[in-house]
Nanobody
Framework: GIQLVESGGGLVQPGGSLRLSCKAS??????????MAWVRQAPGKGLEWISGTTRGVGVTNYADSVKGRFTMSKDNAQNTVYLQMNSLKTEDTAVYYCAEGYIGAGVRGRGTQVTVSS
């Protein structure tokens, strides 16, 4: 089945930027046929959906908490999804996961830690 590996997390100051990547492998069908999502889990909190893109044409939507600051993109040729995060805030500190499905209910990767702190 599909396997997902995230990368690109780290420590960044408030107002800074990071770009996360998620490489997919073990695909049963072309990557274009997969809807994908980014979800995150802050310390002591549950999973939060932050972005999802549909299969095919790839319509993308965002949670209000990140709208206007984060941009999700999907490169079907590279089997990779990205999350460009700008204007980061301390409350964005979390483990970020990419996941199969528009709401991320399917397979998830192991995650990458993002820490926003001065």
């Amino acid at each position: 089945g599909i396997q997902l590996v995230e990368s690109g997390g780290g420590l960044v100051q408030p107002g800074g930027s990071l770009r996360l990547s998620c490489k997919a492998s073990g695909l049963a069908v072309p990557f274009s046929s997969y809807a994908m999502a980014w979800v995150r889990q802050a310390p002591g909190k549950g999973l939060e959906w932050i972005s999802g893109t549909t299969r095919g044409v790839g319509v993308t939507n965002y949670a209000d908490s990140v709208k206007g600051r984060f941009t999700m993109s999907k490169d079907n040729a590279q089997n990779t999804v990205y999350l460009q995060m700008n204007s980061l805030k301390t409350e964005d500190t979390a483990v970020y996961y990419c996941a199969e499905g528009y709401i991320g209910a399917g397979v998830r990767g192991r995650g990458t830690q993002v820490t926003v702190s001065s």
